[in-house]
């Protein structure tokens, strides 16, 4: 069983920064991809930002150059740090884990609770 587990998020004044966290815990090999997706009302789910084990990323074009996504291995934690925060990222961020091998040897998918980000004044 493997859960992911979010947190950092809360209520910003537009400019604002607010950093994302996701650690990963279970019965886990490795991890392949691991990202922010979110979801605001009456919107569908989107990319934000992924990143692979070699270190390649991919944004989303409205969070290029704001957002920056970086993971730690040894944690099976990945990060999202958000700077300059407009309203329209206020959403809920669900934090994505892909080819997660565990001890089946089998590669599963598995998505957080998600957290809230309120960008307002």
């Known amino acids: 069983q493997v859960q992911l587990v979010e947190s950092g998020g809360g209520l910003v004044q537009p400019g604002g920064s607010l950093r994302l966290s996701c650690a990963a815990s279970?019965?886990?090999?490795?991890?392949?991809?691991m990202g922010w997706y979110r979801q605001a009302p009456g919107n569908k789910r989107e990319l934000v930002a992924v990143?692979?084990?070699?270190?390649?990323?991919n944004y989303a074009d409205s969070v290029q150059g704001r957002f920056t996504i970086s993971r730690d291995d040894a944690k099976n934690t990945v990060y999202l740090q958000m700077n300059s925060l407009k309203p329209e990222d206020t959403a809920v961020y669900y934090c994505?884990?892909?080819?997660?091998?565990?001890?089946?040897?089998?590669?599963?998918?598995?998505w957080g609770q998600g957290t809230q980000v309120t960008v307002s004044s």
């Open positions: 994505h884990a892909d080819g997660v091998v565990t001890s089946t040897l089998y590669e599963y998918a598995y």
């Open positions: 279970g019965n886990i090999f490795s991890i392949y991809l």
């Open positions: 990143i692979t084990t070699g270190g390649r990323t």
